[in-house]
């Protein structure tokens, strides 16, 4: 063997095994938390510790390793970091003041010593809320890929159902076998025993049962052990990939004998948990404590990431503890492979352990600071590290999939994002998981960022229908920007990966809908061209389902492509005719069981001779319905300009679909004249007698329940948008409810003694299920317009208010607030002093009057949005909202292709203002092309 690659391999395996048993790298302590830094960095009580000459053991942040070595002279050093920018010291009265007065210091707070125990970090992350609901994760497995597990300990009594062995024998290397049989291969019963056997007698052995007993032990009637893990009910494969290393150079002075893990031993484990799934084992998670080197950006080069990706597809997430080296921007490998569920550690008072790895490749924070958990011996032990931490969130993959069944690898992350609580730290933020919360969160792809390229960076995808393609005008297309600096792509009607032909006014990306509709964790696209000619029907309209993949989207499957006239159903029975403008308006997500669904409008569809009544498609599994009013339970009667389906949104519960040709009767008299002042019709995901989504309730101004007043060209439900979320309202338990945005941009209003046309409004509903199981549809807040004198602005004819709503809940799996629970409100046609139709938006926070939250942007101001009003802008006429941003389409400029502005939801909801994030054709890698860049974007 040649020197160089000698070299190499030594390093390496010395990196693995340095990593691959952090329980035995970490010294276990536990951390105070780390306080905001304040005009004084240091915690107040220090000062009256030390009043009295008292000295205290603190941990000293700064904002680089550089400000250190001043630092460190304020008293005696009894811990260092390698790369943190962290010192522990003891110090006097004295020292304090030092640190107080010193540039760069963050934080200074006592180190406490605290009793660790796993019957602390269950409760943490609301785990005994779970089990006391049942949710024990019953009938599921993990797969620990470890150094085995003492099987017949009783924290883990009948817990263990399989074992294999995959331990490799390198006399180069000096690395024997653990198997029992010696060989590098062995199942069966007692194959991956770490309690007997070659491995019994090497105290890192332990390792393994530690890491089990966290996720699915059970202590109930056994004396002097934990409570439970956090999955009590859930079952154990256990399978044994570490080595024996008896030589000193590996493992250190005094060190031998050691532990080491090939990763040739960790693809097999990873195979053979794959070929138990496909044999229909019910794992859900393989859990891999272990890892070597330093990963700033993913490692998708890794040899396991090809079985990561099918144990990601066939339904079982690799759990994978992110490292203990303390880096600030890192991850150890494979934690550093993009589908991989990559875990850091937080100590009891939620603040990060100090050794833990962390950054924007983590994922998921958990419990790992002194975690007593089983070790071989009948015995329990407390140990610290990411190992500690990864096996807290693959029992909450079991918990989650006991009560979600059918939910994806993907939704059960989001869903411990979304219910997790958020731990700030330079350069990132990540959720600490909750089980409890995130057992009733719901995934929200309409408000969640968007990975169309799988690398769980926010992407977004920004239209420009009257863009030409290929010489044709108008023919439309979307543009992608891929976040981590991953470079745009453009995808159009002329890629052989787009269905259709690139024509002249087919405004392809006319609306535009995310969602995960092949569930496989990348984000789908869902493209409606309103105006596509089919054969000989002008503007009848398709829509296309773009899926996304590792190389971004439309690089994998093949489209999906809707046309009236094929498929199957109702999309099938139906046929494309001029003027139809199918996928004018599309809606897509993830109902509460998890199904994909989408809803198609077609609002220009003529039924029984009337012109333009409208329809919607809805699909969902096997269901393609044509949903119309006056038909299948859905109450109305057929006319011409209803246009019903010019808007849809939905939740994961409830659909909204916006008819605002819709005439009322506002006096509620048979002999009252009808006005066509429109509606929003609300219907739920489940499906009535005759098939199609049963409708819950017809929500306008006729109705006493709601305010404003029905008068002829409101164009009440011109617009929609709908999220889900979380209110406390004389319950001790949060409710679920959908809340539905409704914008009126043509609304009348009178101020000042004077008429106001068009000056619009917006409202907002709550939708709820009631006991009984149906829905109760309520508005809050009696509408949101410039009327009031407490709310910014005044209502001017031609604003048209309500052109454009979005709600977005950036924490949904938390109860609402005014900082949670958003509306956006475009003004398109608002004047800015002389400036005619510069246009503007408003944001409302829905848990309280609009006047005490309503915020005012416009280009300029102090929101942070660029440029300066123009005339003609016509700023709000398209909005989105993620969790992180509020997205403001400029598709009338400035600039001759538009623009959009990414704006962080601080600057527009009250907080401190932060960078707003612009792209602009001809800046970046956007090519400097097109005429209406930013009309919506996903």
């Known amino acids: 063997m040649k020197k160089p690659i000698w070299t190499t391999v030594v390093t390496t395996l010395m990196a693995v095994m340095i990593g691959a048993v952090p329980a035995q790298a970490v010294v276990p302590r536990s951390t ?12 107040p009580p220090l000062y009256d510790a030390t009043s009295s000459g008292g000295i205290v053991r ?41 640190l107080a007065a010193q540039p760069g210091v963050v934080s200074v707070t006592e180190d406490v010593p605290a009793r660790p125990s796993l019957d602390e970090s269950v409760p943490i992350i609301g785990a005994d809320q779970a089990s006391a609901q049942g949710m024990t994760g019953a009938g599921n497995v993990v797969a620990v890929l470890d150094t085995g597990v003492a099987t017949r300990h009783p924290f883990l009594k009948d817990r263990v159902i399989s074992e294999a062995c995959f331990s490799t024998t390198d006399s180069d290397l000096s690395a024997t076998s653990l198997c029992p049989d010696g060989t590098d291969h062995q199942e069966g019963t007692g194959t991956a025993d770490s309690g007997t056997g070659p491995c019994a007698t090497i105290a890192e052995c332990d390792h393994g049962t530690h890491v089990a007993g966290i996720i699915a032990g059970n202590g109930e009637s056994i004396s002097g052990a934990p409570k439970r893990g956090v999955a009590p009910g859930a079952n154990i494969i256990a399978l044994q990939v570490f080595s024996k290393f008896d030589s000193e150079d590996y493992c250190g002075p005094g060190a031998a004998p050691c532990m080491g893990s090939f990763t040739s031993a960790q693809l097999a484990a990873l195979e053979k948990v794959l070929q138990l799934r496909q044999a229909g084992a019910p794992v859900v998670a393989a859990n891999l404590s272990l890892g070597a080197g330093r990963y700033a950006t993913a490692c998708d080069n890794d040899a396991r990431k090809a079985a990561i990706d099918k144990l990601f597809a066939a339904g079982v997430a ?19 492979v993009s ?45 610290s590290g990411t190992s500690m931490a990864a096996p807290h969130v693959s029992g909450a993959l079991a918990v989650l999939r006991q009560a979600f069944p059918n939910d994806s690898v993907a939704s059960f992350e989001s869903r411990l994002e979304s219910g997790g609580k958020t731990v700030a730290y330079t350069g990132a933020d990540t959720p600490r998981i909750d089980v409890a919360r995130a057992l009733g969160a719901t995934v929200q792809p309409a408000t ?37 600096g991953k470079g745009t792509a453009e995808v159009n009607q002329d890629l052989a990966s787009v269905p259709g032909d690139a024509e002249a006014n087919d405004f392809f990306g006319d609306s535009l809908a995310t969602t995960d509709h092949n569930k496989d964790g990348c984000t789908d696209l869902v493209v409606g061209t309103s105006r596509e000619d089919v054969g000989s029907a002008t503007d009848a309209g398709t829509v296309d389902v773009l899926y996304g993949a590792s190389g971004g989207l439309s690089t994998g499957r093949a489209a999906l492509h809707f046309e009236q006239g094929t498929g199957a159903e109702g999309i099938l029975a139906a046929s494309s005719e001029s003027g139809d403008r199918m996928g004018a308006a599309v809606a897509a997500g993830l109902t509460l069981d998890q199904e994909p669904f989408l809803v198609i409008g077609v609002p220009g569809e003529d039924i029984d001779g009337k012109t333009d009544t409208g329809a919607v498609f809805y699909l969902r599994g096997s269901v393609n319905r044509t949903v119309v009013q006056g038909g299948s339970g859905i109450p109305g009667t057929l006319e011409a300009g209803d246009k019903f389906g010019s808007s849809v949104a939905a939740s994961p519960e409830y659909i909204a679909v916006g008819v605002p040709g819709e005439g009322v009767v506002p006096g509620r008299s048979p002999s009252s004249a009808e006005v066509i002042s429109g509606q929003v019709d609300v219907m739920t995901h489940e499906l009535n007698a005759s098939g199609v989504p049963a409708h819950v309730g017809a929500v306008h101004e006729a109705d006493p329940r709601v305010s404003g ?38 609304e009348d209003l009178t101020y000042g003694g004077a008429n106001k046309a068009d000056a619009g409004r917006a409202l ?8 009984d199981a149906t829905s109760a549809i309520t508005e809050i807040n009696s509408g949101y317009d410039q009327a009031p004198d407490d709310v910014t602005g005044a209502p001017e004819a031609g604003d048209r208010m309500g052109a454009q709503v979005a709600l977005a809940n950036r924490a949904p799996g938390n109860t609402v607030t005014d900082t949670s629970l958003v509306m956006a409100v475009g003004l398109p046609g608002e004047d800015i002093g002389t400036v005619a139709d510069a246009g503007a938006v408003m944001t409302f926070g829905l848990r309280s009057a609009p006047g005490a939250t309503d915020q005012w942007i416009e280009a300029g101001n102090a929101s942070g949005m660029p440029g300066i009003p123009a005339a003609a802008q016509r700023a709000g006429t398209s909005l989105y909202g993620t969790q992180a941003n509020l997205y403001i389409g400029m598709p009338y400029g400035p ?5 959009l502005h990414a704006m962080p939801w601080a600057n527009v909801t009250g907080g401190t203002a932060q960078p707003v994030t612009t792209y602009t054709p001809g800046t970046g890698s956007l090519p400097a092309a097109g005429l209406r860049f930013g009309m919506s974007a996903r």
């Open 339 to 383: 589908s991989a569920i990559t875990v850091g550690a937080t100590s009891d008072d939620d603040q990060l352990s100090a050794f833990t790895n962390r950054g924007p490749l983590l994922d998921l924070l958990a419990p790992g600071t002194g975690i007593t958990s089983s070790v071989p011996g009948d015995g329990y032990a407390a140990k």
């Open 448 to 484: 969640a960022g968007h990975d169309f390229n799988c690398d769980k960076k926010e992407d977004i995808a920004v239209a420009d229908p009257e863009a030409a393609v290929g010489g044709d005008a108008k023919a439309g297309l979307v543009r992608i920007v891929y976040g981590g």
């Open 895 to 899: 600039g001759a292709h538009g623009s």
């Open 764 to 771: 907002v509903v709550r939708v709820e299920k009631n006991s």
């Open 709 to 746: 007043e029905a008068e002829a060209g409101d164009q009440f439900g011109g617009s929609v948008s709908a999220t889900q979320g979380f209110f406390m309202q004389g319950f001790p338990w949060p409710r679920r409810a959908t809340y539905i945005a409704i914008g009126v941009p043509g």
């Open 318 to 336: 690799t759990v994978v503890a992110a490292g203990n080296n303390g880096f600030g921007d890192a991850v150890s490998a494979p934690g550093c």
């Open 58 to 98: 603190v941990n000293v942040v700064t904002e680089s390793r550089t400000e250190l070595s001043t630092a460190s002279s304020a008293g005696e050093t009894v811990q260092s970091f390698q790369s943190l920018p962290i010192v522990t010291l003891k110090v006097d009265r004295g020292g304090l003041v030092q």
């Open 32 to 43: 105070a938390a780390v306080a905001a830094a304040k005009d004084d960095p240091v915690d």
